[in-house]
């Protein structure tokens, strides 16, 4: 009894056992995406952890910046982030720490927008101070700067948003201009031109002094009335309205001003002509035109049958919303489209169908999108044909063959039909007479056509000039794939220019090439298993290929655990429970007297032995190793002496 003493726990003697087969896989594990580029605003995201469901990780960021919503897992999942904004004109990185591998997180620098209220200063020639408003935001820095001597600020450089005083030295001399740039903000400064020595008066009125203008646009015009000699400057306040010429005037005397057309809602901008202001009031955008009418058309009637071998005009009626256009075409030489080529709403499609002095006829012309079956009966005396031979089967090199047409001498006939690869030769004719078929030699797959000579279907079949395309591929399956997955390069051998193609695999096995053209190779790829044992049969080149993965995981039960045996010789049966598709192996730690004789297939079953007789004084044991993934138990034998 030495085996029952090494087995902890356990009693000897029969009874079951049930063991879970550990995982012996390595913990491997990857991340997506491994890099992540974020806008200053910051946001939110997700990284995607792939690994083995046994197996556990952690998760750590180095920067107070971005938080993690979870730190720690097992198997597969899903690790949320949030990053706060980037108040930096600089751009930022951190390192996301996933088990061994890091995840590299990129924040992108703030902007600085700058504005600056009033928009423009327009001040009289005494000069002086004015505040402005710099808005932007509290980490951006900004300089500023004016490009003329005549124009100072108090201030020249600072952070965020601020008010800063702006000095306008007085001017004697003409109007003049100059910009303060703070940031990347631009501020227009004009001031007008000292006054001129004259005893009369110099202020100015206008009239009118405001106008209207519709969303078109266009150019406007007031009066304005002032000393002779006094000097007069416009400036507009509204950028879309702009100033005609110079701008300044002398006097009395008209400014002129252009309107730039309104796309949006109405709109009102001031025009100051030396500080006397003109108001612009301009007319919102025309609301859009109406959407067109659904268009949904029918004529009637549908087919004209029996038309009578004369000729005769035919009317179509067509129903259609208002402004709902329409076209009428006929492609038949016999029938003409004499009224209503083209028209809109209801309206009514003459056709005019030819006299017929032949067969029964019939085509199809088209109004309004709708088909227009026209059927002509035969002439009085119809003509009849025959022809011969009604088929042709040339070789793939080519070929030409005469067909005999059989008629009276008064009937005409025609070929159609023929395709680019036949040529036949005449056309059409009166009376009896031969068609010489020419077919040029065929370098595709084969190919079949009909062609209609005298009325007469003749077929022509030419067979393919590819050549014979066979197909071999190994291996021809992948058995016993891990459960983790795994790849294999199947090899496709064939004739150059033979295309071949993969198809009917499930979504847990993809291939590398699923189209080809000759010998190739193509690597089939069979995704990690969670699951039971699953198979699957599909095609590569035509050719059947199987691949068979093993399950995620398999338990096993054994029962009994142990035998005590008579000294006789013994058949015995040792039953072994598991999932299907989880194999099962059997062996014997001494086969000189402990023989196996059956084991089950995967998923189970009853696992035979026989003990030979015992002859010798003292007793003896042995084991029968049950095994499977990831599992191993002996089942210990033990037989009586003689």
Same mark, same amino acid.
């Given at each position: ?24 896989? =390595? ?14 605003? *910051? ?12 197996? %556990? ?9 971005? =938080? ?22 600089? #751009? ?8 061994? $591998?890091?995840? !590299? ?93 004259? +005893? ?18 266009? #150019? ?26 110079? *701008? ?8 002129? $001003? ?32 109406? #959407? ?23 009317? &179509? ?12 075409? @006929? ?22 169908? %030819? ?8 085509? !199809? ?52 039909? /023929? ?7 005449? @056309?059409?004719?009166? *009376? ?30 030419? +067979? ?57 190779? !193509?690597?089939?790829? &069979? %995704? ?5 044992? =699953? ?66 297939? /995967? ?18 044991t042995a084991n029968v190793t049950i095994s499977g993934l990831a599992f191993t138990q002996n089942v210990s034998v033990t037989q009586a002496k003689k």
């Amino acid at each position: 009894m030495a085996i029952c003493a090494s087995i902890a726990a356990a009693r000897c003697g029969s009874g079951s056992t049930t063991l879970t087969a550990p995982s012996v896989q =390595r913990c491997a594990l990857t991340i997506s995406p491994g890099t992540l580029t974020l806008d200053a605003a *910051g946001g939110s995201g997700a990284v995607t952890v792939t690994t083995s469901r046994e197996c %556990q990780w952690t998760a750590s960021a180095s920067a107070p910046w971005i =938080r993690l919503g979870t730190t720690s897992g097992q198997g597969p999942g899903t690790i949320s982030y949030d990053v706060d904004p980037n108040r930096s004109t600089t #751009p930022r990185n951190t390192v996301v720490a996933i088990g061994e $591998f890091r995840a !590299t997180l990129t924040q992108r620098a703030a902007s600085c927008p700058f504005s600056l209220t009033p928009s423009s200063i327009a001040i009289g020639p005494g000069g002086g101070e004015q505040t402005i408003s710099l808005s932007t935001e509290d980490f951006c820095s900004w300089t500023a700067a004016s490009d003329v001597p005549w124009v100072t600020v108090t201030r020249t450089a600072g952070n965020g948003s601020d008010e800063l005083q702006v000095r306008v030295d007085a001017n004697a001399g003409e109007l003049r201009r100059g910009t303060l740039t703070v940031g990347d903000a631009s501020l227009p400064i004009e001031q007008q031109a000292r006054p001129v020595a004259n +005893p009369t008066s110099c202020a100015v009125t206008l009239a009118p002094s405001a106008s209207s203008v519709t969303s078109a646009g266009g #150019p406007i015009t007031t009066s304005v009335s002032t000393g002779a000699g006094c000097t007069w400057t416009a400036v507009s306040n509204a950028s879309w309205v702009k100033i005609s010429g110079s *701008g300044t005037g002398s006097g009395s005397g008209p400014a002129t $001003f252009s309107v730039d057309p309104n796309t949006g809602a109405a709109r009102t901008g001031t025009v100051m002509i030396s500080g006397v202001p003109f108001t612009v009031s301009q007319g919102g955008a025309a609301a859009p035109p109406p #959407p067109p009418p659904s268009c949904t058309f029918s004529a009637a009637p549908g087919s004209f049958t029996n038309v009578a071998a004369a000729g005769a005009t035919l009317d &179509v009626m067509v129903t259609a919303p208002t402004g709902c256009a329409w076209t009428a075409t @006929s492609t038949l030489s016999w029938v003409a489209i004499t009224q209503g080529a083209s028209g809109s709403g209801d309206a009514t499609v003459k056709l005019t169908v %030819q006299l017929n002095s032949g067969v029964l006829r019939s085509g !199809t012309v088209t109004v309004a999108g709708q088909p227009i079956t026209v059927t002509q009966v035969a002439a009085a005396s119809p003509c009849t044909f025959t022809v011969a031979p009604t088929s042709y089967n040339p070789p793939v090199a080519g070929g030409t063959t005469q067909i005999a047409v059989t008629t009276t001498s008064s009937c005409a006939w025609t070929v159609s039909g /023929a395709p680019s690869w036949i040529s036949a030769t005449p @056309s059409g004719a009166t *009376g009896n007479g031969n068609v010489s078929l020419t077919v040029q030699a065929n370098t595709g797959a084969g190919r079949t056509a009909t062609l209609t000579i005298a009325g007469q279907p003749v077929v022509v079949t030419q +067979p393919s000039g590819l050549p014979a395309c066979a197909y071999t591929i190994n291996p021809s399956s992948f058995s016993n794939v891990a459960a983790a997955g795994g790849n294999i390069s199947v090899a496709v051998t064939t004739t150059a220019g033979c295309a071949w193609s993969v198809s009917g695999n499930p979504a847990w096995v993809t291939a590398s090439t699923v189209n080809g053209s000759g010998s190739g190779t !193509t690597t089939i790829t &069979v %995704q990690a298993n969670t699951g039971a044992l =699953r198979t699957s049969a599909f095609t590569i080149a035509g050719q059947n290929f199987t691949v068979t993965q093993l399950p995620g995981a398999c338990t096993y039960t054994v029962t009994p655990s142990s035998f005590n045996l008579p000294s006789g010789a013994q058949n015995k049966t040792i039953t072994v429970s598991t999932q299907a598709g989880c194999p099962v192996q059997a062996s014997s730690s001494d086969t000189s007297w402990l023989h196996i004789t059956a084991t089950p297939p /995967a998923g189970g079953g009853d696992v035979d032995f026989t003990a030979d007789r015992n002859d010798a004084s003292t007793a003896r044991t042995a084991n029968v190793t049950i095994s499977g993934l990831a599992f191993t138990q002996n089942v210990s034998v033990t037989q009586a002496k003689k």
